[in-house]
């Protein structure tokens, strides 16, 4: 047995030890506040505007097929003091009618540049070299907030000659940088008169909500935060707002030990793509799956009149429809208990991604599936 004095000792250090430990696997698991949650009220605002890209070498709308590309130039032009005399069909290639969008942040002030995304309505066919004319971007509400003007950068190229022609990326949409002038901002509350500010959860989690509030009372002292409910959790801030700002800005750096995450399966139908976190389980379950594909075959025959029948030579389709169903032999996928034991029994199946997502379906309706499947 060790002397009471060398016991103690290691006693501390074996304590030491576990507390580093301890303290390198939280912070390793450990999410900050601000990549969890937002404050309630401090979100952008979208803005959408309706203008006129010119300067199009050739590339514009046709406007005998979208009239409201002239009839927009024509208002514009009597509101600048020109007189277009009524009747007239001005035939106009470097014109497109455009749609501007923007986000306006919050806490945004009269002046602050901003970025807009500007995108086709017609049928231009480049909006590359276009400059975009004065356009008011308006909120939900109807009021302008921000004015943009500017010319376009267009992340694609395209070529065409002798009927051929080759695109790289989109050409009827594009950006610019700081294109729009905020005009006035939308009035953002930052908690109410007493202080009291409210944490909304990206994803709703009882325990993530338990753990966060747990993280700023311990971090703050006292009994500052409490979870309302698995998205919401209520938190009373400084009722000073000159000092609530630098409470939020050290609220939004604390670290937080996560819990387990719920089992989910995320598939899109569209592409056969299919993502799953480290909790998904399969039970034991037996599953078969078969291919039917249908191939229709239409060959062109030369179809020869008879002699003197005063017939044509006519070209004939000889359909040829075949049917291939591809049967599937039962196999049986056993339980698992990690993450790559479920990727290994699905791997063993040899089904494609298309596949995979109807095997899926199957197995969460047969309750073997032991995870939430969703699908977009």
Known sequence: MLPYPRWRAALAACLMLVSCLTLTLQSAQADRIKDLA???GVRDN????????VGLDGSGDQTTQAPF?????TNMLSQLGVTVPSGTNMQLKNVAAVMVTAS???FASSGQPIDVVVSSLGNAKSLRGGTLLMTPLKGVDGQVYALAQGNLIIGGAGASAGGSSVQVNQLTAGRIPSGATVERGVPTRLGDENGVIHLDLFEGDFNHAQNVAS???RNFGGSLASPLSSRDIVVQAPRDLSQRVGFIARLENIEVAL????AR???NARTGSVVMNSEVRLARAAVTHGNLSVVIDANPVISQPAPLSQGQTAV???PDISVNQQGGALRMVEGTASLQEVVDGLNALGATPQDLVSILEALKAAGALRADLEVI
């Open 259 to 262: 819990g387990v995450p719920r």
């Open 38 to 40: 937002q404050v309630r």
């Open 104 to 106: 306006l942040p919050a």
């Open 46 to 53: 979208p803005l959408v505007g309706y203008g006129l890209v």
């Open 265 to 267: 399966v995320v598939v």
């Open 215 to 217: 993280a700023i009372n």
């Open 316 to 318: 004939v389709n000889d």
């Open 69 to 73: 590309t002239g009839q927009s130039l």
